[in-house]
């Protein structure tokens, strides 16, 4: 299993910052659900598109088993993590062939990214990178929770996905039919 290792907290620099999210992008592609799960607050959570939140580790392993079942060789690369005014983003890639249980054979390439909230240690409360909490009149303390994701909100393109599941098997039909037609020839 691939861990959070040294956990990040709200004066985390920048490189530390990067590995955190290195290592995080490793256990995306490491097919162990729990991996990514460990990187998540005990009560953590995981939206993805606005969808509902998965709350909670075992939940968010759900989510991460979900995706590496879809797609058992699945990359996901680290595009770059940066703070502006919504937050914390890790932007990333997903390469990936849908090869699991239903799966049409395609391989998909989508980028997005997640905008975080660490748990800062408060009690539970959540904090951004820049250290705002969201529930300022709770008292500071230590938390096992400290530095970890407490809140993902991911995104990507769903419309591009989706066309991608579907165009790329009929580039690979046509492909195939034109191949066999040079060899008929």
Known sequence: MISPASCIDREMSNPE???FAERYAKAWCSQDPDS????????????INNGPPAIGRAAIAKEAEAFMTTFPDMIVTMNKVARDEEGTKFH?????????PGGTGNKVRISGYELWKIDNGAGGSRATWTGKPDRVDEQGGESIN??????????????????QLQENKRIDDSSKSRLHLRHEI
């Open 92 to 100: 990333w890639t997903l390469t990936g062939t849908n090869t699991g």
């Open 36 to 47: 990514v799960a460990a990187f998540f607050a005990e009560r953590g959570s995981i939206s």
């Open 146 to 163: 400290d530095g970890l994701i407490a809140e993902s909100k991911g995104h990507f393109d769903a419309a591009d996905y989706e066309r």
């Open 17 to 19: 910052l990067e590995k």
